[in-house]
């Protein structure tokens, strides 16, 4: 078996950060930030931060700031939140928070709940009611994207909990919450397992998850369970790894994972690493690289969609969903770790370091991050630990729910 090419990694990444006017560090232009993050988690995942000129990246990132206080994904670029977490990732990584305006930038972060309120008040309606919800964007993946930031930053308390829970998660989570313990995505009324599990993560780290009804939502998470142990995004769809992540995370984090069928559930998820020794999603597939490692639920849409079909394959970045799952159940003993380990190390660039989906294929910080958030999983020597459920590093949970 090969082993990690730290040095060659660090070197990749390294090159990508400087890399300005090519044509792939141009059609990925307006999402820089969120590359920065990538690939400064993996140099600090394999102890490596220091290679990079820490008040260089500080002052770039600060540049990146909107006037409203958020950031964009590239200097004067448009601020989006999904950049803001970025950018906080990255001054978290070097212990920077504090040269943020934590108020401003969490104002900015939040501007759509004081959207919310005018709204109710123009229009007349009360957004905590479900038949209410159809006239206003507000989703509860940028709330997420919010609460996952202050946390990483040690920042919740110091930002006013009490209130942020109050005006935010009443109207946004709590509100989304439907009757029959669902969780609607945004006000357009998509329900998804994938919406309960972000809802129930954001609401535990806030210590507020008696803001929802979590019988309720533990029920509905169970009716979406199949005859094969997995689960779906609705009741009756088919089962599918990060579908099941999402189910069975959220499930731990409520403590109900004793519902779950763990030796049933267990083959169908040890049924997914193929002979390569990588993982698939769904019966059939190819394996892919991000099923070993973290799934950036935040994300654009697109990258979200677990079935889009005859691009599901096995790849890196997939054998995060099956990998963390086996691990919240205790069966991670059931797949050859030995083999998936050799498939990510396989995916690696030996000249030019990084690591692809799959072997052979060109390689990108998102699957270099991927691969390497993996072996974390894996124990491999030398990477810092990751939580299989809140998907955050170890010791930020530890900090979160622990006060560690």
């Known amino acids: 078996m090969g082993e990690l090419l730290v040095g060659k990694h660090v070197k990749y990444i390294i090159t990508v950060e400087k890399r300005k006017d090519d044509f792939e560090s141009v059609v990925m232009e307006h999402l820089r930030l969120n590359g920065a993050y990538w690939g400064l988690t993996t140099l600090d995942i394999m102890g490596k931060l220091s290679a990079v000129e820490q008040d260089e990246v500080i002052s770039w990132v600060m540049q990146c700031q909107h006037e409203s206080g958020g950031f964009g994904g590239n200097i004067g670029h448009d601020p989006h939140v999904l950049y803001t977490l970025s950018a906080i990732q990255v ?22 709940v004081t959207f919310t309120i005018v709204f109710e008040r123009v229009c007349n309606v009360n957004l905590t009611k479900p038949k209410h919800v159809v006239k206003l964007t507000s989703r509860v993946l940028i709330t997420t994207v ?157 990258v979200l969609s677990f079935t889009e079909g005859h691009v599901v394959a096995s790849q890196v970045c997939y054998s995060w969903w099956v990998l963390s799952s086996l691990i919240m159940i205790d069966r991670v003993h059931w797949i050859d770790k030995g083999k998936l380990v050799k498939f990510i190390l396989d995916c690696q660039d030996k000249e030019n370091g990084g690591i692809s989906d799959r072997p052979d294929d060109a390689v990108d910080v998102f699957h270099t991050y991927f691969g390497v958030a993996g072996l974390s999983l894996l124990e491999y020597p030398g990477i810092k630990p990751i939580d299989p459920a809140y998907a955050l590093p170890v010791d930020v949970v530890n900090r979160v729910m622990l006060g560690r």
């Open 91 to 112: 001054l978290a990584l070097f212990d920077k928070i504090h040269v943020l305006d934590i108020d401003k930038v969490s104002n900015c972060i939040l501007l759509h």
């Open 146 to 302: 919010a609460f996952s930031t202050l946390a990483i930053g040690s920042t919740i308390k110091k930002f006013g909990c009490d209130e942020v829970v109050d005006l935010t998660f009443q109207l946004d989570i709590a509100g989304l919450q439907n009757e029959d313990g669902s969780f609607s995505g945004d006000i357009w009324g998509e329900v998804d397992t994938r919406f309960s599990y972000i809802a129930i993560l954001s609401l535990a780290l806030l210590h507020r998850l008696d803001k929802v009804d979590v019988g309720k939502a533990v029920k509905y998470i169970l009716s979406c369970k199949n005859v094969d142990g997995g689960f779906g995004c609705t009741p009756g769809a088919e089962s599918h790894a990060g579908q099941i992540f999402c189910c069975v995370a959220a499930l731990a984090i409520t403590g109900s994972l004793h519902h779950v069928d763990k030796d049933l559930l267990g083959w169908w998820l040890c049924e997914r690493q193929v002979k390569s020794g990588g993982l698939n999603g769904r019966p059939e597939k190819l394996p892919d690289v991000c099923y070993s490692c973290y799934i950036e639920f935040f994300i654009d849409r697109s």
